[in-house]
Nanobody, 124 residues
């Protein structure tokens, strides 16, 4: 069974930075992707970023240019460096793992494993 454990959430002022990390225990299959979604109350989970095993990276439009995803395949870890944070980035951030098809990399249903979530709060 794969477990994902996130760390690094917290509270920061607008314009600041935070770094999220996620470690996966176990390895369900080869060539999996890891990434991040986020959710605010009353809204659907939103795609933030993903890192395919091949090395290709993807970002949601709202975070492009501000967030950077990194991955260590040997250690089964993924991180998300978040810069120039805005109040609208406030959400619970979830680490994910799966093997999404390329055309659906931003679809939450493509990811089989989810972390418990970590809160990120950006104050204005």
């Amino acid at each position: 069974q794969v477990q994902l454990v996130e760390s690094g959430g917290g509270t920061v002022q607008a314009g600041g930075s935070l770094r999220l990390s996620c470690a996966a225990s176990g390895r369900p299959y080869s060539n999996y992707a890891m990434g991040w979604f986020r959710q605010v109350p009353g809204k659907e989970r939103e795609f933030v970023s993903a890192y395919r095993y091949s090395g290709n990276t993807y970002y949601g439009d709202s975070v492009k240019g501000r967030f950077t995803i990194a991955r260590d395949n040997a250690k089964n870890t993924v991180s998300l460096q978040m810069n120039s944070l805005k109040p609208e980035d406030t959400a619970v951030y979830f680490c994910v793992l799966g093997r999404p098809i390329l055309s659906a990399i931003r679809d939450r249903l493509q990811y089989n494993y989810w972390g418990q979530g970590t809160q990120v709060t950006v104050s204005s």
